[in-house]
């Protein structure tokens, strides 16, 4: 079925279909342009909600990113600015693929319409004239008729009439004559134009306005089938990005999934413990005897006797800050060295420092090779390049690898003291618990507690010995099975006293845990124990 045969007499109603069809193309690319900026509003928020929450810092400088629970949130928040860009895509594809092409497309198809109207009223136009020059010869015949039978009715008369003179017979035959002539031409030309409306109008309902009526059939079923594409259109724009967006939320899936509160809770542990022991129980300073009174020093806040026996104040407000760890703390004064941070912490970043240092020097070693072979290249081929002109280049990077080496050296000779203040630490304490156990006998026996002082002065003047000979002591009172094993990981020179030297990859046995001061007594299996460092391992305990 088509227009032409079916609505060949509904010229307007298709005039007015085809007008509509325009008007709803017009009205969808609207509702998608609408659609494109509500789209473009979300993503620009999203972007704007990803921005505020992103660090400002980088992760090497944020110590919160070492947790993964700051790590996983992070990693929903980059996956939610990809969700963002996605969005955008979305926004982009409907605005190109509906709002640019099909008002493009829709002004094409009103300039054509507007040709096919044109062209059905012209056609409609010339059956009009051809209508009205068949009026107008069928008025003009039926005038001449009725002048002709008026004449010839004249004539009639004239020649009945016995007054009427021969001549007025004549003239009055001539006239009708001459009438019925025009008649005859009058009723020529109507036939003519008769046929040729009949003609015109036959060309006009069966085959001009037809095809008319077909053009904007088969135009307004383009618009349909394009419209119906633009429908398909904004549902497989959201379907294409939607395997993005499920690897963005499976991402944010994965991200917590990643979260491990055991793994963060001994994270927080290794970037935050000091490396100090509790303190220990204050002892008793009896003032009603004038006894020489000792303290323990192994309590970190126990406060040193002056020499009449009492308190000295100023080391009472020493060690207030340290008996007391969740008092408010002075604005700490920050140290090259980081000697004012805890012995553990120090060490770590210390070893951190060598780190960074050794990968830039590794940098300008690198470049001063690059500028080296560079300038030989240069002082074969001459054309290529003067050799001189990379002097200053190669000065400053000289200049670079000798500061660094020694900065590294510095940091190198700073984790040195470090690590052997801390095995300096763990021998004074060794001394201190034995001190401490001294002193507590002291209180049952007075004749024991002279022997025992004297046995515990004799233990501080100890701490010009070696130390490994204690350790050895300490080694010898604790033959018990190990409590786990470990595996070397980077070689250990044990240079200091009380250390034990260990290779790369080498099968420990471990006898004590790291105490918090980063070291770690093990046993090699070729015999000998000794202290090295924690991080140096891989610890499994039984």
Same mark, same amino acid.
């Given at each position: 079925?088509?227009?032409?045969?079916?609505?060949?007499?509904?010229?307007?109603?298709?005039?007015?279909?085809?007008?509509?069809?325009?008007?709803?193309?017009?009205?969808?690319?609207?509702?998608?342009?609408?659609?494109?900026?509500?789209?473009?509003?979300?993503?620009?928020?999203?972007?704007?909600?990803?921005?505020?929450?992103?660090?400002?810092?980088?992760?090497?400088?944020?110590?919160?990113?070492?947790?993964?629970?700051?790590?996983?949130?992070?990693?929903?928040?980059?996956?939610?600015?990809?969700?963002?860009?996605?969005?955008?895509?979305?926004?982009?594809?409907?605005?190109?693929?509906?709002?640019?092409?099909?008002?493009?497309?829709? /002004? #094409?198809?009103?300039?054509? =319409?507007?040709?096919? $109207?044109? !062209? %059905?009223?012209?056609?409609?136009?010339?059956? +009009?004239?051809?209508?009205?020059?068949?009026?107008?010869?069928?008025?003009?015949?039926?005038?001449?008729?009725?002048?002709?039978?008026?004449?010839?009715?004249?004539?009639?008369?004239?020649?009945?009439?016995?007054?009427?003179?021969?001549?007025?017979?004549?003239?009055?035959?001539?006239?009708?004559?001459?009438?019925?002539?025009?008649?005859?031409?009058?009723?020529?030309?109507?036939?003519?134009?008769?046929?040729?409306?009949?003609?015109?109008?036959?060309?006009?309902?069966?085959?001009?306005?037809?095809?008319?009526?077909?053009?904007? /059939? #088969?135009?307004?079923?383009? =618009?349909?089938?394009? $419209?119906? !594409? %633009?429908?398909?259109?904004?549902?497989?724009? +959201?379907?294409?990005?939607?395997?993005?967006?499920?690897?963005?939320?499976?991402?944010?899936?994965?991200?917590?999934?990643?979260?491990?509160?055991?793994?963060?809770?001994?994270?927080?542990?290794?970037?935050?413990?000091?490396?100090?022991?509790?303190?220990?129980?204050?002892?008793?300073?009896?003032?009603?005897?004038?006894?020489?009174?000792?303290?323990?020093?192994?309590?970190?806040?126990?406060?040193?006797?002056?020499?009449?026996?009492?308190?000295?104040?100023?080391?009472?407000?020493?060690?207030?800050?340290?008996?007391?760890?969740?008092?408010?703390?002075?604005?700490?004064?920050?140290?090259?060295?980081?000697?004012?941070?805890?012995?553990?912490?120090?060490?770590?970043?210390?070893?951190?420092?060598?780190?960074?240092?050794?990968?830039?020097?590794?940098?300008?070693?690198?470049?001063?090779?690059?500028?080296?072979?560079?300038?030989?290249?240069?002082?074969?081929?001459?054309?290529?390049?003067?050799?001189?002109?990379?002097?200053?280049?190669?000065?400053?990077?000289?200049?670079?690898?000798?500061?660094?080496?020694?900065?590294?050296?510095?940091?190198?000779?700073?984790?040195?003291?470090?690590?052997?203040?801390?095995?300096?630490?763990?021998?004074?304490?060794?001394?201190?618990?034995?001190?401490?156990?001294?002193?507590?006998?002291?209180?049952?026996?007075?004749?024991?507690?002279?022997?025992?002082?004297?046995?515990?002065?004799?233990?501080?003047?100890?701490?010009?010995?070696?130390?490994?000979?204690?350790?050895?002591?300490?080694?010898?009172?604790?033959?018990?099975?190990?409590?786990?094993?470990?595996?070397?990981?980077?070689?250990?020179?044990?240079?200091?006293?009380?250390?034990?030297?260990?290779?790369?990859?080498?099968?420990?046995?471990?006898?004590?845990?790291?105490?918090?001061?980063?070291?770690?007594?093990?046993?090699?299996?070729?015999?000998?124990?000794?202290?090295?460092?924690?991080?140096?391992?891989?610890?499994?305990?039984?």
């Amino acid at each position: 079925m088509d227009w032409g045969t079916e609505l060949w007499d509904q010229f307007d109603t298709v005039e007015r279909h085809t007008q509509w069809g325009l008007d709803l193309m017009d009205k969808y690319v609207k509702f998608v342009k609408e659609r494109t900026e509500i789209e473009q509003a979300y993503a620009k928020q999203l972007r704007s909600l990803v921005k505020k929450h992103l660090p400002k810092r980088t992760t090497r400088e944020d110590p919160d990113s070492k947790f993964c629970q700051y790590q996983a949130f992070l990693q929903v928040v980059k996956e939610l600015n990809d969700f963002a860009g996605q969005r955008e895509i979305v926004a982009e594809n409907l605005l190109t693929r509906i709002c640019v092409e099909f008002g493009k497309y829709s /002004q #094409e198809l009103k300039q054509e =319409r507007k040709l096919h $109207l044109q !062209e %059905g009223r012209r056609a409609q136009q010339q059956l +009009e004239n051809s209508f009205k020059q068949l009026e107008n010869s069928k008025r003009k015949f039926e005038r001449d008729c009725r002048e002709a039978e008026k004449a010839v009715q004249t004539a009639e008369k004239l020649d009945q009439d016995i007054n009427a003179t021969k001549a007025d017979v004549e003239k009055a035959k001539q006239q009708a004559n001459l009438r019925s002539h025009m008649a005859e031409e009058s009723k020529n030309e109507y036939a003519s134009y008769l046929q040729k409306f009949n003609h015109n109008q036959s060309q006009f309902y069966f085959l001009e306005m037809p095809q008319i009526f077909n053009k904007l /059939q #088969e135009m307004d079923e383009r =618009r349909t089938r394009r $419209l119906k !594409e %633009g429908f398909s259109v904004f549902s497989e724009t +959201e379907q294409q990005v939607m395997p993005i967006i499920g690897k963005c939320l499976e991402g944010m899936k994965a991200a917590a999934d990643l979260v491990d509160e055991k793994n963060d809770s001994r994270l927080l542990i290794e970037l935050n413990k000091s490396g100090f022991e509790r303190p220990g129980d204050m002892d008793f300073e009896d003032f009603s005897q004038p006894i020489n009174r000792t303290s323990s020093d192994s309590s970190l806040g126990t406060p040193r006797g002056t020499l009449d026996g009492r308190l000295d104040p100023r080391l009472l407000g020493k060690n207030k800050g340290k008996r007391w760890p969740f008092s408010r703390k002075n604005k700490t004064v920050i140290t090259e060295d980081f000697s004012h941070l805890p012995p553990e912490q120090r060490r770590k970043r210390l070893q951190q420092k060598i780190e960074e240092r050794n990968r830039e020097l590794q940098k300008e070693l690198d470049q001063r090779d690059a500028l080296n072979k560079m300038k030989d290249v240069y002082q074969k081929t001459p054309q290529m390049g003067d050799p001189n002109s990379l002097e200053p280049k190669i000065t400053e990077t000289l200049s670079n690898i000798e500061r660094l080496r020694l900065e590294v050296q510095k940091y190198e000779a700073w984790l040195a003291e470090a690590e052997s203040r801390t095995l300096s630490n763990r021998y004074n304490r060794h001394l201190d618990h034995a001190s401490a156990l001294n002193n507590n006998n002291c209180s049952h026996e007075k004749d024991s507690c002279s022997l025992n002082t004297t046995h515990s002065d004799e233990s501080h003047e100890t701490l010009n010995q070696p130390i490994y000979t204690e350790f050895d002591e300490d080694f010898e009172e604790d033959l018990a099975s190990p409590i786990g094993t470990c595996v070397a990981l980077y070689p250990f020179e044990g240079s200091s006293e009380g250390t034990i030297s260990m290779l790369e990859g080498e099968e420990l046995s471990l006898m004590e845990e790291d105490k918090g001061d980063g070291w770690t007594r093990v046993r090699r299996s070729k015999g000998g124990e000794g202290y090295v460092p924690t991080s140096y391992l891989r610890v499994n305990l039984n």
